[in-house]
């Protein structure tokens, strides 16, 4: 046993010089969060209402926030898709209610259809039996749907002149004559790094409505944001009310690669923002933890999620913000974002304030990434890929590579580009902090 023990350390001298013994240089991760930073945070907006625009996008910009903004399609004046019914006349479907009770076979298309009737104010079945079904009251949610077309049959609606009733309803718009953004106005924002995304194209209940028209609203709306905005801005997407139903996650996620409502992965524990559980508990690689601040969460509160998150290294804060100033459901005025922002900005240099894309495109392509290394005299050679969608994951992962200690300072080159890195030291030795794009050519660090 002695003799071994004798042996392997000779070896080991023999291999490596003794004064990069402790370094291993050339040993390459990636480092949890961009830039080396501690916990990641996302500001996420809802409803697309005005204020957002007017009021909380210029604070982001005044500090370099970018924001990612769920939008509602169908409230933006020349949208190509409009809110409707997708399915039979009807008509059709009126009559039949007369005939059969609303049972589990027609109920999500009884649901559907209620919404855009063209009489006023049916929609608001559609939304008392979503809040039956969500509940488990099924019955409920099947008798609320025969009342109201039994009031349809009785003429008891006046018609409808169009969807504002039901927009401004959804959005938690109190006064009429409020703005609604436009696309012009989104694609100035969108050139500023932020990031858009759908919100549907007039936020029904998703999860008591048919295939046919869950699909319309999600496929239509990012059609219409593909168009105005292009094909940066259909990566990720909010259904409604913060669903979690799994019929309609299963449709909503062929459509886009990645949802704030739901995201699946080994890796990731999800707190959604109704979640109680501490978000430094779960024993993942990583945590995304969702806020929604309301009118009433005092802004200590607020900062308090930003000191939690900065207690330990793998979580993702993701804030959800509604109304803003006065306009759009439990709006935060003005001056308390202001200081809100103020102390996010207090802590940029362990945060990482980033869309929600591009933190989800970090830790999958992190988790999927395969690093090579080589030495050879005074050369490290890194070979960085992932197995993803290179089309869609194209950005940059940080890394951090050991080198001699001996070293003043390094320089990374890759395809062309040359960075020059100080040296850093932890208690495994010296390292460079470095930026590199994955599946792209190999990274020479050399000494500057
Ligand atoms: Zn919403």
Redesign the pocket.
């Known amino acids: 046993m002695i003799h071994k023990t004798i042996l392997f350390l000779v070896s080991i001298s023999l291999i490596l010089p003794a004064t990069d013994f402790q370094t291993q240089v050339g040993h390459t991760e990636i480092t949890k969060w961009q830039y080396g930073k501690k916990a990641a945070v996302s500001l996420t907006y809802?409803?697309s209402t005005i204020n957002q625009f007017r009021v909380a996008l210029p604070l982001m910009n005044e500090r370099g926030f970018p924001g990612t903004f769920?939008i509602v399609t169908g409230a933006i004046p020349g949208s190509e898709y409009e809110p409707k019914f997708v399915g039979r006349p009807v008509e059709e479907i009126i009559a039949e209610t007369a005939q059969i009770p609303t049972n589990k076979e027609n109920f999500y298309e009884r649901a559907s259809a209620i919404r855009f009737l063209g009489y006023e104010g049916t929609y608001r079945y559609h939304n008392e039996a979503a809040g039956f079904y969500g509940n488990g009251e099924l019955q409920k949610a099947y008798d609320i749907i025969d009342e109201g077309f039994r009031k349809v049959r009785n003429g008891e609606f006046e018609p409808s002149n169009g969807y504002h009733d039901e927009l401004y309803n959804v959005l938690a718009i109190e006064d009429p004559s409020v703005d609604l953004i436009t696309w012009d106005k989104l694609q100035k924002y969108a050139q500023q790094d932020h990031e858009f995304g759908s919100?549907t194209i007039l936020?029904p209940w998703l999860a008591v409505m048919d295939s046919a028209n869950i699909r319309y609203e999600l496929e239509k709306s990012r059609l219409d944001i593909l168009n105005h905005l292009g094909p940066g801005h259909t990566f990720s997407a909010e259904c409604?009310?913060g669903t979690e139903d799994e019929r309609v996650m299963k449709y909503a996620h062929k459509i886009f690669p990645a949802l704030r409502n739901r995201m699946p992965h080994p890796w990731l524990a999800e707190l959604n923002r109704a979640s109680d559980i501490d978000p430094r508990t779960p024993e993942k690689e990583y945590v995304q933890w969702q806020r929604g601040p309301l009118s009433d969460t005092p802004v200590k509160k607020m900062k308090s999620w930003i000191d939690t998150s900065l207690e330990k290294d793998n979580i993702w804060l993701v804030l959800v913000f509604?109304g803003i100033e006065g306009v759009g459901w439990e709006p935060l005025s003005k001056d308390k974002l202001k200081e809100y922002f103020d102390y996010i900005k207090k802590h940029e240099e362990q945060l990482w304030v980033a869309t929600f894309k591009d933190v989800t495109k970090y830790h999958r392509e992190r988790m999927n990434a395969d690093i090579k290394s080589k030495r050879s005299g005074q050369t490290v050679t890194i070979n960085l890929t992932h197995s993803l969608d290179r089309a869609l994951y194209r950005l940059p992962l940080t890394l951090k590579t050991y080198v001699p200690e001996k070293w003043k300072a390094a320089q990374v080159k890759q395809e062309g580009q040359t960075q020059g890195i100080e040296i850093q030291e932890d208690e495994k030795g010296a390292f460079i902090q470095y930026q590199a794009q994955p599946n792209s050519g190999s990274i020479i660090i050399t000494e500057q």
Do not use: E, Q
């Open positions: 809802d409803d769920y919100h936020h409604p009310f509604h």
